[in-house]
């Protein structure tokens, strides 16, 4: 289980192994994305709080990265955490997403991107609940959910 020391300690020294790379030009993302999945993914840019597709889903399945397919989260990791966006408190694995200080906009926050990838999903946060106390807020767009 993470905790926010090791997601410190990723930004700060270094990130875990992905189990593969995949690296394209923004203009070969921008022909296989859709264009809400560019924006967020390579764009950082941020959706709408609330209506977004995933932020009141909780069906069962995985959510994988909807720039590669990489896996992120389980469903049963996610919950409710009335920010508007899907949060979750764990990753599927530690070695499935990245972790960036990200200083913009006068917040110290942490970006987490897929680590196959490098798409932007969102930010991970310390006031999670259960044991390891973090909060994934990830935006609906970067990711799509396998029904199981
Ligand atoms: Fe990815």
């Known amino acids: 289980m993470l905790r926010w020391g090791d997601i410190i300690a990723y930004a700060k020294y270094s990130n875990p192994e992905p189990e ?3 690296e394209k030009t923004e ?8 264009p809400d999945q560019f924006r967020i993914l390579r764009l950082k840019e ?3 709080p609330y209506r977004n597709a995933y932020c009141r889903l909780y069906e069962p399945g995985i959510y994988v990265c909807a720039g590669c397919g990489n896996y992120l989260f389980y469903s049963k990791e996610k919950y ?5 966006w899907p949060s979750f ?3 599927i694995s530690k070695g ?8 913009s906009y006068n917040m110290n926050r942490i970006e987490v991107q897929c680590n196959v990838c490098s798409g932007h999903l969102g930010h991970v946060f310390p006031d999670g609940p259960k044991l390891g106390g973090l909060r994934y807020c990830i935006n609906s767009a ?7």
């Open 89 to 91: 408190t764990q990753p």
């Open 80 to 84: 409710h955490a009335i920010s508007g």
């Open 20 to 22: 593969k790379r995949i």
């Open 142 to 148: 970067s990711m799509v959910l396998l029904k199981s």
């Open 96 to 103: 499935a997403i990245k972790y960036i200080f990200d200083n």
């Open 46 to 48: 941020t959706e709408s």
């Open 27 to 34: 203009e070969q993302w921008q022909q296989i994305l859709l």
